[in-house]
């Protein structure tokens, strides 16, 4: 078993840095916040930085040369290069930023897909995607008329790589569209692999890094992926911003997916030419203080390290599996060795909902329901879990804190029946 390394890492004193953990709850019970895959908490630094931005520079950006406008243009382009840094991409013409990981891919769809695939190409999916990586694709086809194909996964929740490779070979595929981490089962998916098996077949790969880019290092460059969308109201920033990756020369050559303001280059009254890399893709006044927020929340991650809070996380998930699994008539999802931060489960036979209604009664907040992967949860034969998800700032006390309450809650449910 991985050692807790709270000491070395001082969770307490991260966890201090966020204003909201220290709040209590309405019952007058401590706040444990373990819903941190739906979104994180931020950091004062970040609270700051976005009250300074609104107190002091806020202006539209790439329009005005009055020096408010160019404060703000220089803090949202200087964010474009900290998520460049923190991504490892080559340029920061490829770095996009978008309202959320859910526009990032509704970008790749609507700009690559509409002008690649057409009627009887084939694209592949997984069973374990969040719907944000499957609604796109099935609006697109029920119009183009490409077939949507899904890589199976194995008991233990990961990508069967023997069906993907079959698949890849069966088929002229053209994309392969996966999620980094799974925000149900944990998994964290060999993307590497899953990448250059792609490439081979002559496939195109689109990486859903929401639940990936939060907590652990990313190299798009080693994953040599062709796009890579995050969120970062999931990493420390506020919601609202999110980041498209793409490779430069893939960007270039697709068609814009919004057009208005700053998206061209020049506009008559018959038509217009798009702008340059990456306004090309960013039309209309983008979420600027949001933007600057990230920067500030990739600032504080880096501070930390990456390495660290991956330790960390996984540390605490180990933790938390074990002691989960004291529990009686506890059946946890997913049992990857290689996983993040999240943990879904079901009680006996107590509703999810139930549960972390009477969860948030002894202050902890968790989410329950399908986390908006309905047929990842059809295929494993349940409609709802409920699901527990950590950070750089959850302890052990957080997971004890748990663990007690469900003690607590299923023996009130046994005894009521
Ligand atoms: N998952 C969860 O509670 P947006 O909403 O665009 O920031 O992210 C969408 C998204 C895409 N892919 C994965 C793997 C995700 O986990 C999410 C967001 C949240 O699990 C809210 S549904």
């Not at 599996?321 to 107590?350: A, K, M, Q, W």
Request: charge should be negative.
């Amino acid at each position: 078993m991985i050692q807790p390394i709270e000491n070395s890492y001082n969770v307490l004193t991260i966890k201090s840095d966020f204003p909201i953990l220290s709040q209590t709850h309405q019952t007058g019970k401590p706040l444990t916040y373990l819903d941190n895959a739906a979104s994180s908490q931020m950091p004062i630094s970040v609270i700051d930085a976005l009250s300074d931005y609104h107190r002091r520079y806020h202006a539209n950006v790439h329009r005005g040369i009055h020096q408010l406008s160019e404060l703000a243009t220089e803090g949202y382009e200087s964010a474009r290069k900290k998520v460049r840094d923190f991504i490892h991409a080559k340029s920061k013409r490829e770095i996009i930023f978008t309202k959320g990981t859910t526009e990032g891919i509704n970008l790749v769809v609507n700009a690559w897909g509409r002008a690649n695939l057409g009627a009887g190409d084939v694209i592949l999916l997984s069973q374990m995607e969040h719907h944000a990586n499957i609604v796109p694709y099935q609006m697109l086809a029920s119009e183009k008329g490409f077939i949507v194909r899904y890589i199976p996964i194995t008991d233990k929740g990961e990508i069967d790589m023997d069906a993907y490779q079959r698949l890849l070979t069966d088929n002229p595929v053209k994309l392969v569209g996966v999620t980094h981490c799974s925000n149900v089962l944990g998994t964290i998916n060999p993307i590497t692999e899953m990448a250059r098996l792609a490439h081979e077949a002559g496939a195109i790969i689109v990486i859903d890094g929401a639940q990936s880019a939060p907590h652990m290092p990313i190299d798009v460059q080693v994953l040599d992926v062709d796009f890579f969308a995050f969120s970062g109201h999931k990493m420390c920033a506020p919601t609202g911003v999110g980041v498209l990756y793409g490779k430069q020369a893939l960007l270039e050559a697709m068609p814009p997916f919004l057009g208005g303001g700053s998206m061209i280059s020049e506009v008559t009254f018959d038509g217009f030419t798009t702008g340059e890399l990456p306004a090309k893709f960013e039309a209309g006044t983008p979420n600027i203080a949001q933007a600057i927020g990230l920067g500030y929340a990739m600032d504080y991650l880096n501070g930390i390290g990456l390495d660290n809070i991956h330790h960390h996380i996984k540390t605490i998930t180990e933790y938390a599996l074990d002691r989960l699994s004291e529990l009686p008539h506890i059946i946890i999802y997913g049992h990857s060795p290689n996983r993040g931060g999240v943990i879904s489960f079901t009680l006996g036979d107590i509703h999810a909902h139930d549960l972390s209604q009477a969860l948030d009664f002894e202050g902890i907040a968790v989410r329950s329901g399908h986390h908006c992967a309905q047929p990842l949860h059809r295929l494993l034969g349940i409609p709802a879990t409920t699901r527990a998800s950590f950070y750089l700032y959850t302890t052990k006390a957080d997971i004890d804190r748990l663990v007690e309450a469900l003690y607590k809650i299923s023996t009130f449910f046994v005894s009521k029946r």
